[in-house]
């Protein structure tokens, strides 16, 4: 069975640091591609980055370029997402999704798998 979990979310102040993890299990992403995506308060899940296992190449969306790293650890099947500069509109849920495909895309639909979320509030 097919598990991410998700970790590090807490609370911090406009303009700190966070970094989530995200540990996957019960089978190989390693030809895929590994994403996160948030859900802020009252609206939809957006897109926030995604990264090839295979090759580590990134896509990010606008909203969080120069801020938000997000990088892997094959050994250990753990994706990061390392959060710089944050901003009170990044207040959210945070999603990880993984999918067995090459993906460079903003859209959920194309993510089969999907942990519970961590909650992220930045505060003033």
């Known amino acids: 069975q097919v598990q991410l979990v998700e970790s590090g979310g807490g609370v911090v102040q406009d303009g700190g640091s966070l970094r989530l993890s995200c540990a996957a299990s019960?089978?190989?992403?390693?030809?895929?591609?590994m994403a996160w995506f948030r859900r802020p308060p009252g609206t939809w899940r957006d897109f926030v980055a995604s990264?090839?296992?295979?090759?580590?190449?990134?896509y990010y969306a606008d909203s969080v370029k120069g801020r938000f790293t997000v990088s892997r650890d094959n050994a250990n099947n753990t994706v990061y997402l390392q959060m710089n500069s944050l901003k009170l509109e990044d207040t959210a849920v945070y999603y990880c999704?993984?999918?067995?495909?090459?993906?460079?895309?903003?859209?959920?639909?194309?993510?089969?798998?999907w942990g519970q979320g961590t909650q992220v509030t930045v505060s003033s």
């Open positions: 019960g089978r190989s992403f390693s030809g895929g591609t």
């Open positions: 990264i090839m296992w295979s090759s580590g190449s990134t």
């Open positions: 999704a993984a999918s067995t495909r090459l993906l460079r895309t903003s859209s959920d639909n194309m993510y089969m798998y």
